[in-house]
């Protein structure tokens, strides 16, 4: 149940802070969950990663959608080498996910030492 949870609440929380603040306030979401709901790091990795890589997948497609593509291809070709968009919005997807489940599992770590 913690694992859903951690998903559901760095989904939410990463949507909520990425409102005001920059990107990487992914990871002080991360730090968070890893530090205050106590799973193994692993786990605590899996789950924050998938929270916001989900979230950062469906608003990468969804604002690359609203302009039919465009400049995601753009930019893929500078990026990635090929003119393919998904690849594109994939590897969004990943950054967000590895940044906040490596915080996460600081986070965690964290809890830990402070709890011996």
């Given at each position: ?9 760095s ?16 990871m ?20 924050v ?10 608003f ?21 080498k ?9 590897t ?21 030492l402070?709890?011996?």
């Open positions: 149940m913690k694992f859903f949870a951690s998903i559901i609440i989904a939410l929380l990463s949507y909520a802070f990425g409102l005001f603040l920059p990107w990487w306030s992914v002080v979401v991360g730090l968070s969950i890893g530090f205050f709901i106590p799973q193994k790091r692993f786990m605590s990795f899996l789950s990663f998938l929270g916001v890589a989900l979230l950062w997948g469906l990468a497609f969804f604002i690359s959608a609203a302009n039919d593509h465009i400049l995601a291809k753009r930019v893929a070709v500078l990026v990635i090929k003119s393919d968009p998904m690849l594109l919005v994939l969004t997807s990943v950054i967000g996910g590895i940044s906040a489940g490596a915080a996460a599992v600081t986070g965690r770590s964290l809890a830990i402070f709890k011996k």
